[in-house]
């Protein structure tokens, strides 16, 4: 649990200072139009510091780190995530600078989301795992009881 909390701290510390960054960055180039440096801090916080914090609510509830398949996702999605924001912080840079980005670094920015993805899928397989069975169809659930219609009106 540690772990998922020192990484929701490092990803707080990372999007407060890309924040910074991009304001200082701009105002030092005097650029006053659209960069994807405007988002990243905004990624960071959420995709980093808000959701490994629910993460690790998950992981206090559930005991994620368990099952097996915890170490996957968590080494995978923050794979994904460090590639993505440092390919939005790449390309807003080089927008701040007037250069062209280029087709690499939508490729790699697309790899990121990729393993986002699979993060996410394994994060979701690694919940199915920690939630308790269900019983089978057959079993009635206590809390609904269906009511016969009546025929007191026909």
Known sequence: ???ILNTAHAYMIVGLLSGLFYREFTKAKDFHGDTQLAVVH???????MLFMLIVLVLEKQFTLSSVGLFAWFFRIYNAG????VGMMTLHGILTVLGRESGEAIALVAGLGHVLLTVGLVLLFITLGKCL???KASGATDPGATAAAPSSEGQ
């Open 1 to 3: 649990m540690r772990k």
């Open 132 to 134: 308790p069975a269900t």
């Open 42 to 48: 905004t990624h960071v916080l959420a995709l980093g």
């Open 81 to 84: 995530l460090v590639v993505t």
